[in-house]
Nanobody
C-alpha cells in the first residue's frame, strides 16, 4: 500500500501563486511516476501533470503549460505542483496520484484525499 497526503491548498486571488505538496509513504519502492489531477465544480476529474520518478520527465495538460510546474524530491518521496498566474478556472480539488506502470494509459494505482484550491477573480 502507498499513502499519499496532499497539502498547500487554499484561497488565492487571480494572478497569484500556490504550491501544492504530496508526500508518499508506504511501499513506494518501484513507483514509476506521480501526477496531479483536479476536479472543478460540476466538472469531471482531469489530468494536470505527471512526473517520472527516475528521470524527471514531465507532462502537462495544455491549459496549464507555462503556468504550472511539477517537480519531485526523491529523498523525501514528495512531489510538488507550483501554480503561478492562477485563474478562476483553476478552482478545483487537486488530487495527487501514484502509478507503478510505465504506461500512462494503464492509470494510477493510488490516490490522495485531495486539497481544495480556490481562485477568486
Amino acid at each position: 500500500q502507498v499513502q499519499l497526503v496532499e497539502s498547500g491548498g487554499g484561497l488565492v486571488q487571480a494572478g497569484g501563486s500556490l504550491r501544492l505538496s504530496c508526500a508518499a509513504s508506504g511501499r513506494t519502492f518501484n513507483m514509476y511516476a506521480m501526477g496531479w489531477f483536479r476536479q472543478g465544480p460540476g466538472k469531471e476529474r482531469e489530468f494536470v501533470a505527471d512526473i517520472s520518478w527516475n528521470d524527471g520527465s514531465t507532462y502537462y495538460v495544455d491549459s496549464v503549460k507555462g503556468r504550472f510546474t511539477i517537480s519531485r524530491d526523491s529523498a523525501k518521496n514528495t512531489v510538488y505542483l507550483q501554480m503561478n498566474t492562477l485563474k478562476a478556472e483553476d478552482t478545483a480539488v487537486y488530487y495527487c496520484a501514484a502509478r507503478f506502470s510505465s504506461n500512462w494509459y494503464r492509470g494510477y494505482d493510488y490516490w490522495g484525499q485531495g486539497t481544495q484550491v480556490t481562485v477568486s477573480s
